[in-house]
């Protein structure tokens, strides 16, 4: 999630959310194929029109398109054999009961505490 | 300090993790696979033996499913973008693969088997055509 979210953040998360919150927050959920806590950015909401390489998939009521903000310069940076983000470019849409909660603040290290942010770029995708 | 600090640092972590390629990739783990269910179903059509099918039938499904696996990851993680210059029909390819191994799962039919071989030797030419064993495969040593 470089460089929104660096490896040793501390976030806290609202986890009363019970709906997917709107696009461009960043949602702690249970990955589906690993069942692994997770964190992502939320590209596309529920009823949204997703963009694939072929054609395109609208999303189900309960679900979510979720996807790492990290870009090839920050997977350049993590260093050689960092390979792609694994989002839901690999295991699709995400199921409003996987959600976890929404991160809305993190607080360590000192020198990045505060709100987090949304990138603009994110929503082009 | 160091109490404060332990007390008000997170007790959960959570993972934004990327794959960890070991750029290793052949088509050839899935045609062993492939070959596998071939002999399998081959090998039952020549054992009437109800015991014997079962537990072909059982070795055949789990063989497929690796044979698929294999398929996904040479699919996800070696094949890129740029790839379909290449080969223009990558992910039929792909898509056709992985529909017959379902097929070849449920089937005992040996020439679904078959092209089931067929259709990974399509995928090992659009391999060896985007770089093959010598991008992918660590060197034998030569005698």
Same mark, same amino acid.
């Given at each position: 999630?470089?460089?929104?979210?660096?490896?040793?953040?501390?976030?806290?998360?609202?986890?009363?959310?019970? %709906?997917?919150?709107?696009?461009?927050?960043?949602?702690?959920?249970?990955?589906?194929?690993?069942?692994?806590?997770?964190?992502?950015?939320?590209a596309?909401?529920?009823g949204?029109?997703?963009?694939?390489?072929?054609?395109h998939?609208?999303?189900?009521?309960?679900?979510?398109?979720?996807?790492?903000?990290?870009?090839?310069?920050?997977?350049l940076?993590?260093?050689?054999?960092?390979?792609?983000?694994?989002?839901? %470019?690999?295991?699709?849409?995400?199921?409003?009961?996987?959600?976890?909660?929404?991160?809305?603040?993190?607080?360590?290290?000192l020198?990045?505490?505060?709100?987090?942010? %949304?990138?603009?770029?994110?929503?082009?995708? | 300090?160091?109490?404060?600090?332990?007390?008000?640092?997170?007790?959960?972590?959570?993972?934004?993790?990327?794959d960890?390629?070991?750029?290793?990739?052949?088509?050839?783990?899935?045609?062993?696979?492939a070959?596998?269910?071939?002999?399998?179903?081959?090998?039952?059509g020549a054992?009437?033996?109800?015991?014997?099918?079962?537990?072909?039938?059982?070795?055949?499904?789990?063989?497929?499913?690796?044979?698929?696996?294999?398929?996904?990851?040479?699919?996800?993680?070696?094949?890129?973008?740029?790839?379909?210059?290449?080969?223009?029909?990558?992910?039929?390819?792909?898509?056709?693969?992985?529909?017959?191994?379902?097929?070849?799962?449920?089937?005992?039919?040996?020439?679904?088997?078959?092209?089931?071989?067929?259709?990974?030797?399509?995928?090992?030419?659009?391999?060896?055509?985007?770089?093959?064993?010598?991008?992918?495969?660590?060197?034998?040593a030569?005698?």
């Amino acid at each position: 999630m470089a460089p929104t979210i660096q490896p040793g953040d501390w976030l806290l998360i609202d986890p009363t959310t019970a %709906r997917w919150p709107r696009r461009g927050s960043i949602v702690v959920f249970r990955e589906p194929d690993s069942d692994l806590l997770a964190i992502k950015r939320l590209a596309a909401g529920p009823g949204d029109r997703v963009d694939l390489d072929e054609g395109h998939l609208v999303l189900g009521a309960d679900e979510a398109w979720l996807l790492s903000d990290a870009t090839d310069a920050a997977l350049l940076a993590a260093g050689a054999g960092a390979g792609r983000p694994i989002d839901s %470019r690999r295991y699709g849409p995400v199921p409003v009961d996987a959600l976890v909660g929404r991160v809305w603040f993190r607080y360590g290290p000192l020198n990045r505490i505060g709100r987090i942010g %949304r990138p603009p770029a994110i929503l082009d995708r | 300090m160091f109490r404060f600090r332990t007390f008000l640092a997170p007790t959960t972590t959570v993972h934004a993790h990327c794959d960890l390629p070991c750029g290793v990739y052949d088509p050839e783990q899935a045609r062993i696979e492939a070959e596998s269910v071939y002999k399998i179903i081959e090998k039952m059509g020549a054992n009437s033996d109800p015991t014997f099918t079962a537990r072909a039938i059982d070795i055949k499904e789990q063989r497929a499913e690796l044979a698929k696996h294999h398929l996904d990851v040479l699919w996800h993680d070696y094949f890129k973008p740029e790839h379909l210059e290449k080969v223009p029909n990558l992910h039929e390819l792909f898509w056709n693969a992985a529909k017959q191994v379902s097929k070849v799962k449920a089937s005992t039919d040996l020439a679904d088997a078959k092209k089931l071989l067929d259709m990974i030797d399509e995928i090992d030419a659009a391999w060896k055509a985007t770089g093959g064993e010598e991008k992918t495969r660590v060197q034998r040593a030569t005698a």
